[in-house]
């Protein structure tokens, strides 16, 4: 931790005596603490908080807007429904810019300490934070975000654009730093690499492995940034940019349930509170006759016997007036229990986004191959087994123009990952979600969220620049590549 300088009240101030040779200063440190902060000490915190808000968004805004499950019973504005406030991304917003911070700190000690390992690290994790965050409102206080220090309390908007830019820049710079050879000296819930001696390798795989995700975000860029030459020279090069592999190499957080590594939902119970499955989400993994189904979701009951009824999920934004025979299928609570893992990159994510590479003749390889691999190891990754005859169902069978069929089975594995969910919707209009009556903002999908209230108020000046070179402040106005 920072030196902190504790400023005396006016009336302790006159109740103390100082003497003429010692300064305020020397009286106000705190002794008991750090003055310096240490770089194997800020990595745990900033993982598990930023996987916690990650896992956090996943359920209280993803589920939602992505028609994963909804409120329910709910005819009133809901998530579900498309309706969001400016206070939508409060928190989101705020953890992480609180986290980014530790990030600065991390970045500042590593560099301090001549740890590259860390400085890498630290470049990594910024950019993973970073992108969730431009991804979810567009521009924003990037370059001179964090630089209280520095005296800089109104910080300016970036554009996307340049925010991409610096930080496919700083991985590539990261991915040069890493010395694999070494361990870290402090824990990593991430990789063990104070440990494991391929814990330094899987960050390095996680760096390369992000590269792709924030390449694969921005392709329809390709000009403006170089997208296509920069994902072929990380395809191309496998030593020098080696990504992940399989299910255990994937960046993730195993909670245990022991203190310090509690799951973010302190109550089970309060994750299935007053909402049932999405409809959407249940038939699709069902004409998938997917393995995952009872790890996912509760049966559906008959409100007068409580008989199990099979998987029925509640339409996504039902119309006004709907009346339901059953009592909806609901999340499983085991997703909230420890043990419990929290998905930060999964390896078939990686491996659906090569499919699409190849898919559309970016990279060599059978978009085919990649697709079942990622299908097998989305169900895998749950500890689920894959049936032996499953890609013999046609609605999983990949075949020429399978395009829908890569992006449906991405929407699967992206389940609990953030905003991953809403950000591929928003990149390529899949998978195709239905109207089911009731959606507000015209059933059109948000594609941001507002800046929150106290960024508007507090840092105006820059605010409105910001709102002025995006094109304006609400849900509809879409960021940069996805115009």
């Not at 094109?471 to 996805?482: A, E, L, P």
Request: proline share 5%; glycine share 6%.
């Amino acid at each position: 931790m920072k030196k902190l300088i504790y400023i005396c009240s006016f009336l302790a101030l006159v109740g103390s005596t100082v003497s003429c040779d010692r300064s305020l200063d020397e009286i106000n440190k705190d002794t008991s603490r750090i003055n310096v902060p240490v770089a194997s000490a800020l990595l745990v915190p900033i993982q598990y908080n930023m996987a916690a808000v990650g896992y956090n968004r996943a359920n209280d805004f993803t589920f939602d807007i992505m028609q994963v499950s909804l409120d329910f019973p709910n005819e009133g504005n809901s998530l579900s429904r498309y309706y969001l406030t400016e206070k939508t991304g409060n928190g989101f917003w705020d953890n992480s810019y609180r986290w980014l911070k530790q990030v600065d700190d991390l970045k500042k000690a590593a560099m301090s300490e001549g740890d590259k390992n860390y400085q890498a690290i630290s470049m990594v994790l910024n950019a993973w934070i970073y992108s969730n965050l431009t991804d979810t409102y567009g521009d924003v206080p990037f370059s001179e975000a964090s630089q209280l220090d520095d005296k800089i309390m109104y910080p300016k908007f970036d554009r996307q654009k340049d925010i991409y830019i610096k930080l496919l820049d700083d991985l590539k710079a990261a991915n040069a730093l890493f010395i694999t050879n070494k361990t870290l000296s402090g824990g990593d819930l991430f990789f063990k690499a104070d440990s494991d001696p391929n814990g330094i390798i899987g960050w390095k795989k996680f760096c390369n492995a992000l590269s792709l995700r924030l390449l694969m975000r921005i392709l329809n860029k390709d000009g403006e940034v170089n997208v296509r030459e920069r994902i072929q020279e990380i395809i191309n090069n496998p030593t020098t940019y080696p990504i992940f592999q399989n299910n255990a190499e994937g960046a993730k957080v195993d909670l245990t349930g022991i203190f310090p590594l509690m799951p973010p939902i302190a109550r089970p119970q309060d994750f299935t509170t007053g909402r049932a499955a999405s409809e959407f989400f249940v038939e699709t993994l069902k004409a998938n006759n997917d393995p995952r189904m009872a790890l996912f979701f509760s049966q559906a009951k008959d409100p007068k016997t409580n008989a199990n009824l099979g998987y029925l999920g509640a339409p996504s934004g039902y119309a006004q007036g709907t009346v339901f025979t059953y009592q909806p299928s609901n999340l499983n609570q085991n997703l909230a229990k420890a043990p419990l893992k929290i998905l930060v990159y999964p390896y078939a994510e990686l491996q659906f986004t090569l499919a699409e590479l190849a898919f559309k003749g970016i990279i060599q390889g059978s978009a085919k191959t990649f697709y079942e691999n990622g299908v097998k190891a989305a169900i895998e990754q749950w500890g689920a087994v894959v049936p032996a005859n499953y890609f013999d169902n046609p609605v999983v069978a990949f075949g020429t123009g399978d395009m829908k069929k890569i992006m449906l089975q991405k929407y699967v594995v992206l389940f609990f990952v953030d905003h991953q969910q809403w950000f591929e919707k928003r990149r390529t209009g899949l998978p195709v979600l239905p109207n089911n009556g009731g959606l507000l903002n015209g059933g059109n999908l948000p594609q941001r969220l507002m800046y929150p209230p106290n960024t508007r108020v507090l840092n105006k000046e820059n605010y409105q620049a910001a709102v002025q070179q995006m094109g304006g402040d609400d849900i509809n106005v879409k960021v940069w590549w996805s115009k």
